[in-house]
């Protein structure tokens, strides 16, 4: 927009009546501008203009867009006054006794809001907690900042008495805000992340009606997963790992695990003749593979044998060191084998086909997950 020489905006004020459908234009004349003549246009010997709404429409685009931008900051002005006013309100005089002006807020209205400023925070504090080299050493930091409609809300999300002593910064338990804000944690890579140290700092603006929470750093878990390889047994990575190995196999290079806990995995065999019918007594096999946890001692897989679902069950018992593989019926395969693998090789089982449920252990197995 345009500005013509001489014609200095923060020298205007503007006053709006509402009632009579006027806008009053206030032009202060600027200095050096002695004559009626070099004054610029719209300004007035009284250096004031009243504008009707006919008038209004009528104006010059260039003099009603620079009117409208004049019009914003007086109510921008306007708003950051009330807002003052409101904050330097006396307080109420009761039976001789000072006292805050009461809530219009009713305690179901304080305590949903107060439910829904807990969901905000925790959202916000999730965002936060991404993965980076930081996370393991426990440098990261985080922190939430929000306004808060009224102390009343504010007191209530952090389960206070509202007559309690006023503070500017108060330190929270880890535990006392898990209770209130319940255990926050986010996905990050191979893991998750979640809060630690003894406590969370609260800081509060009572004037502005803002809050702060700071947090300890956002580390992994002291004991982080491990996940091993399809492909490379017993390879494992540890959950939080910065770089995944690339596994090899015969037919692919690529990286592939599955969680520490054992659950069986079909991992090859041939269930289905279909082109195969030139191969002399072919007959279908199936293979599982398995990497026990006797932190994680039991495990179900469904195997779906074309007309019903069977449950291979994969248990360990840690007092004997035995694993075993149960099925609760026909597998439909001639034969099936079995491996597990542990910290002393891979032993391998093979059973016969079965139309009944059927089982198979091995012993003295060490789990390279443990």
């Not at 020489?5 to 501008?33: M, T």
């Not at 008495?161 to 191979?190: H, N, W």
């Not at 509060?204 to 947090?215: A, H, P, Q, V």
Request: proline share 5%.
């Amino acid at each position: 927009m345009a500005i013509k020489r001489g014609y200095f905006r923060h020298n205007r004020s503007i006053r709006v009546d509402f009632s009579q459908g006027k806008l009053e234009h206030v032009a202060a004349v600027p200095e050096g501008i002695g004559t009626s003549s070099k004054r610029p246009r719209g300004i007035e010997n009284d250096a004031t203009r009243t504008y009707t709404m006919v008038e209004n429409r009528t104006m010059p685009y260039e003099q009603l867009m620079d009117v409208a931008m004049e019009l914003n900051l007086a109510l921008t002005a306007a708003r950051q006054q009330l807002k003052e006013l409101q904050s330097k309100t006396p307080l109420q005089e009761t039976n001789g006794n000072r006292q805050k002006p009461q809530s219009t807020w009713t305690p179901e209205q304080v305590s949903e809001k107060a439910r829904q400023m807990r969901e905000l925070a925790v959202k916000g504090i999730q965002r936060q907690m991404k993965w980076q080299p930081s996370c393991k050493k426990g440098s990261t930091k985080w922190s939430f900042e929000a306004v808060a409609p009224n102390k009343d809300v504010f007191l209530s999300m952090l389960d206070l008495d509202p007559s309690s002593k006023p503070f500017k910064l108060k330190k929270v338990s880890i535990g006392e805000f898990q209770t209130m804000f319940g255990a926050i944690s986010a996905s990050c890579r191979y893991n998750y992340l979640r809060i630690t140290g003894e406590n969370v700092n609260v800081h509060w603006k009572e004037d502005e009606s803002t809050f702060r929470l700071s947090g300890t750093p956002t580390v992994l878990p002291d004991v982080a997963p491990r996940y091993v390889s399809l492909f490379q047994v017993p390879a494992s990575v540890e959950g939080g790992d910065r770089e995944a190995p690339v596994l090899k196999s015969e037919s692919n290079e690529r990286a592939a695990f599955w969680t520490a806990g054992g659950r069986p995995r079909i991992v090859n065999g041939e269930i289905r003749q279909a082109n195969n019918k030139w191969t002399k007594n072919r007959a279908p096999s199936l293979t599982f593979e398995a990497v026990p946890s006797y932190d994680h001692s039991t495990h179900i897989l469904p195997y779906y044998n074309g007309e019903e679902v069977i449950n291979v069950t994969l248990s360990s018992a840690t007092e004997w060191q035995t694993v075993t593989i149960q099925r609760d019926g026909d597998l439909s395969v001639n034969k099936t084998q079995i491996v597990f693998y542990g910290k002393n090789g891979a032993k391998t089982v093979t059973t016969k086909a079965s139309r009944t449920a059927g089982s198979a252990q091995v012993s003295n197995i060490k789990s390279i997950l443990d």
